[in-house]
């Protein structure tokens, strides 16, 4: 099922928690919703479901408009962030409910909605657990119940709020692969939220970079890493460094100093380089400064060199080879090899 | 290996503790347990027969199905209506939301005396709505439906009371999910959130039914103390009391006595079964 959203606007009291969203899931797409807290991701996966309305825009489930349809009639699986298990039923009555709240015209026979269920349920390789009660269960058994109670509806679309955020980290990681091949097998519509970039960049075919009510970027995981389009997604996706420069007679001057980057266009801009896509020079135009401090991580080397006067100095970090001598004090010279500059 | 001078920084030293407890022991006995036995001695002083005859005396069979009339009226009335307002004040945000939970709680402040004379200046013979009432054939004031009134009143805040912090604590995430999932309104109700209160509502109920079968004063104004008519339990005792039937008065006391200890034992069952599903309520 395609999901089109167009120029959504949500306000809750008056202040706009969207800004006029535009946005086309194409279908069995593997989407997510990434963003700080406050961007308003959840907001806009709460609309696409139907749990709120939209105070201006529409959303279209493939060609028909359901803007002003409800949840029942949008017929989407929704997993909540705390998985919202009935405590008082059963791992399989949980699993049942969207089947058994049916009209009776529209619901399957006791049994058959039985086998439906213990059928999810071993999709879901939760056989067994069926009698037990959501307070005997793990938190990646939740999880999965939550998720199974959702797919029992059949739903169009499948819509996860932060799916692992309540999960320990090795639990977090077999989920999320089980979750993508999950969705390779069967198919669906799927749109997750999540504030762990590592988590969308991963998990999903595309990332919906979002931030203060506003979609900043859209696109693959190569996209928003390689060729993040504003200050923000850059900074947000992975490490960068950010330096206020001015472009002089097509060259990156920094506090003067030209640091031997061409541009195209004069004026004050903002430089963005990650810390890997540097290298070190010994003569010549480049940024330099001394180190305040080196650490070990893994295979690399990280070493944080101070920039610019004393008076403002900018701390950036660079990953500079094992075997350089980079002891406090020591003046690093380095040039971007990768980057890229916001006016 | 317990060191032998360490001392708990919060406990305190044995005779204190003792002493505390005695204390408590002794103002209990002092203030519950004496006048409880109190009330069964006399009840049962003529014995058995006397005790039973008195209880099945025509006023007091009377004032016995008047109480369990009034209880079976005021307590559905107030189940609905805590219901009611608990639902309204944990799931929707509306303006004036702390007035009303002032509101549900005044009964709680206001002396039963004056609640009761509300109703008798509301529905009494020199008020506006009494005598177009009576005209109607509806006599509100010194009847049964003014007891009612009364009664409603000083027990509508216990259901409500009970339900509202527990409401607000479980949120309404559930109820979501079974709505995405397809339920309607009333089945969201019925499968999910009655289950999810259904203790915390029992134990509402438990202590408005007490306080329902128990209430003296708003009723006594409101009453007109007609025996065999307009006497509920409590009345019926002072007035047995003041007739130096003290058998008799003893001998209604004891089943409201009963009705407390019944009360509280079930309530007792209740928090130590499902305490941490009453957990919300528990912090007030």
């Known amino acids: 099922m395609e999901i089109r959203v167009e120029k959504i606007r949500k306000e809750f009291d008056l202040y706009p928690a969207l800004h006029d969203v535009s946005l086309k899931i194409e279908s069995g797409e593997l989407i997510a919703l990434l963003g700080p807290s406050g961007s308003g991701k959840t907001t806009l996966l709460r609309l696409i479901a139907g749990l709120e309305q939209p105070t201006l825009g529409r959303i279209f489930f493939g060609e028909e408009d359901a803007s002003y349809k409800t949840v029942q009639e949008r017929n989407v699986g929704f997993v909540f962030q705390h998985y919202a298990l009935f405590r008082h039923m059963n791992v399989a009555q949980n699993v049942a409910f969207g089947l058994t709240v049916r009209p009776r015209h529209q619901r399957p026979p006791k049994a058959e909605i039985r086998r439906r269920a213990l059928e999810l349920l071993d999709m879901m390789q939760l056989t067994g657990l069926e009698k037990r009660f959501p307070n005997q269960l793990s938190g990646g058994q939740r999880q999965r119940v939550a998720l199974a109670r959702a797919m029992a509806i059949e739903p169009r679309v499948l819509l996860l709020d932060e799916p692992f955020g309540a999960l320990d980290a090795k639990v977090r990681k077999e989920l999320r692969r089980w979750l993508r091949e999950f969705h390779d097998r069967t198919g669906h519509t799927t749109v997750f939220v999540t504030h762990d970039q590592e988590e969308a960049l991963e998990l999903a075919d595309r990332v919906v970079v979002m931030s203060q009510g506003k979609i900043e970027q859209v696109g693959s995981s190569d996209d928003v890493y390689d060729r993040p389009n504003s200050p923000f997604v850059f900074s947000f996706i992975g490490e960068s460094a950010n330096l206020p420069v001015s472009v002089i007679d097509g060259t990156v001057h920094f506090h003067g100093q030209s640091t031997g980057l061409a541009a195209q266009r004069d004026g004050e801009a903002h430089l963005f380089f990650r810390p890997q896509d540097v290298s070190l020079v010994e003569e010549g135009p480049g940024l330099s400064g001394p180190v305040t401090s080196s650490r070990r991580l893994a295979g690399t080397r990280i070493a944080e060199v101070e920039l610019g006067s004393a008076k403002s100095p900018c701390h950036v970090e660079i990953e500079v080879p094992l075997d350089a001598s980079v002891s406090n004090g020591t003046t690093l010279a380095f040039r971007p090899t990768r980057w890229k500059l916001f006016y | ?284």
Not at chain 2, 65 to 73: G, K, Q
Not at chain 2, 180 to 192: D, H, P
């Open chain 2, 1 to 284: 290996m317990r060191n032998e001078h360490f001392r708990n920084p919060i406990s305190e030293t044995a005779p204190v503790r003792w002493a505390l407890i005695l204390a408590v022991l002794a103002f209990l006995a002092l203030f519950v347990l004496l006048p409880l036995l109190v009330v069964f001695t006399q009840a049962f002083r003529e014995g058995w027969s006397a005790y039973f005859s008195a209880l099945g005396e025509p006023d007091a069979v009377s004032a016995i199905r008047l109480t369990l009339l009034v209880a079976a009226i005021a307590v559905p009335a107030n189940l609905i209506f805590g219901l009611a307002a608990s639902w309204a004040i944990a799931k929707f945000d509306f303006k004036g939301k702390a007035f009303l939970i002032t509101l549900i709680d005044l009964p709680f402040s206001v002396s039963p005396v004056i609640s009761g004379l509300v109703y008798v200046l509301l529905f009494g013979a020199n008020s506006v709505l009494g005598p177009f009432l009576k005209s109607h054939g509806l006599q509100v004031v010194f009847a049964v439906p003014g007891i009612v009134l009364a009664t409603i009143f000083v027990t509508f805040p216990f259901v409500a009371r009970e339900l509202i912090p527990l409401m607000q604590e479980q949120g309404t995430g559930d109820e979501e999910a079974a709505i995405s999932l397809g339920a309607n309104g009333w089945q969201a109700f019925w499968y999910v959130t009655l289950p999810n209160i259904k203790w915390g509502l029992l134990y509402g109920v438990l202590l408005c039914n007490a306080r329902a079968m128990g209430e003296f004063g708003a009723v006594s104004v409101v009453s007109g103390h007609i025996r065999g008519l307009t006497n509920t339990m409590p009345l019926h005792v002072e007035i047995l009391y003041n007739d130096y039937n003290i058998v008799g008065a003893f001998a209604v006391a004891s089943l409201l006595a009963l009705l407390a200890l019944l009360t509280l034992v079930l309530r007792t069952i209740l928090e130590t079964q499902y305490g941490s599903e009453l957990s919300a309520t528990q912090k007030h």
